[in-house]
Nanobody, 126 residues
């Protein structure tokens, strides 16, 4: 079974930075799709960013409200997915989830993923 384990969450002040990590040692292959989602209390789970990789291409997509502040990346040699978050604001407060393998025919920005981590909490406040 695919296991995803997130880490790196915490509490920061507005304007601060955090880097989330997702270990995915059992999710490998020549064509992969992974994503970060977040869910704030009382709100639906929403996509933050995704990243698609195959033998010749790496592409990523971002939600509008994180563009220019967040960067998704993968270290294939270590099987770790990252989310570098900068210039954080209170609206970024949520539980962040790592997801793998879109169940759709494309790398999705909707929560249609087969595998999910347990989440890591991010709190931004002064």
């Amino acid at each position: 079974a695919v296991q995803l384990v997130e880490s790196g969450g915490g509490s920061v002040q507005p304007g601060g930075s955090l880097r989330l990590s997702c270990s995915h040692s059992t999710y490998t292959g020549t064509k992969t799709c992974m994503a970060w989602f977040r869910q704030a209390p009382g709100k639906e789970r929403e996509a933050v960013a995704n990243i698609f990789k195959d033998s010749s291409l790496t592409s990523s997509a971002y939600a509008d409200d994180v563009k220019g502040r967040f960067v998704i990346s993968r270290d294939s040699s270590k099987n770790i997915l990252y989310l570098q978050m900068t210039n954080l604001n209170p609206a970024d407060t949520a539980t962040y989830f790592c997801a793998a393998e879109s169940t759709l025919a494309f790398c999705s920005m909707t929560p249609n993923y087969r595998y999910w981590g347990q989440g890591t909490q991010v709190a931004v406040s002064s």
